[in-house]
């Protein structure tokens, strides 16, 4: 596997040095670790339409990939397309919602893109501002679509995947995913691949199976250059 950065390029990212060769390492064992370990979820169907997969996306913030997995299909059902969503009221959208959590800020969110995606007639733009001008189309989702939709090499970056890579590569320094520098570029850089997709899916998957809130270093196959699992063999 190669990627676009040469073996002895240096970047400096914020306040830590990461090296080039560190990314490639990083993506080529995840990677390899995918092939045979990575989860098989309905949003990761190649068919999926635009609007299934900014459902799943909107479902899946702050919320288990198997609690959605388990409900997915059920919500699908019932609102198959924009115009379901943006015709039912909000308490039924709620009420559908509720099985798995934050069914408020859900149900008002979904209906509103709904609505917004109508009077577009279901297209999404390709220009950066446009994408996020579309309410409540936050930093998340509009990574999501330009990945999954736009095929730009975009970062998933949530909390597990920022475990992940400040884990391996080093910790960031403000508190908001979002607002960090260090981290915003560093997940960009490793997800900067012709595999970016499976790259982002084996950083979660990584995240939930292995690089736990309470890891298990003992099974990890990265926690020979790990700086998370170096520090503790030294305490």
Not at 33 to 50: A, I, S, V
Request: charged residues 25%.
């Amino acid at each position: 596997m190669t990627s676009i950065y040469p073996q002895n390029h240096f970047l400096i990212l914020g306040m830590t040095s990461v090296t080039a060769k560190s990314i490639v390492q990083f993506q080529n064992t995840l990677l390899k670790w995918y092939k045979t370990e990575g989860r098989d979820f309905p949003w990761r169907n190649k068919r999926l339409t635009h609007y299934q997969i900014i459902i799943a996306e909107t479902l899946l913030q702050r919320t288990k990939a198997q609690t959605v997995s388990n409900f997915y299909f059920q919500f699908l059902k019932k609102f198959p397309n924009w115009h379901s969503l943006a015709n039912a009221d909000t308490s039924i959208i709620e009420m559908h919602l509720k099985p798995i959590g934050l069914y408020r800020q859900r149900a008002k969110r979904l209906k509103c893109l709904a609505q917004e995606m109508i009077k577009r007639k279901g297209k999404l733009p390709n220009n950066r501002s446009d994408l996020e001008s579309i309410p409540f189309m936050g930093q998340y989702l509009a990574n999501a679509v330009e990945l999954l939709i736009h095929k730009k090499p975009l970062p998933l970056i949530d909390v597990n995947m920022a475990r992940v890579l400040e884990r391996y590569f080093g910790e960031r320094k403000m508190a908001d995913i979002r607002y960090d520098p260090y981290l915003q570029e560093l997940s960009f850089k490793v997800v900067n691949h012709k595999k970016s997709k499976e790259i982002n899916w084996a950083v979660l998957d990584f995240a939930a199976k292995i690089c736990k809130p309470t890891p298990l270093c003992v099974f990890c196959p990265l926690n020979n250059e790990c700086r998370f699992y170096e520090s503790l063999i030294q305490t």
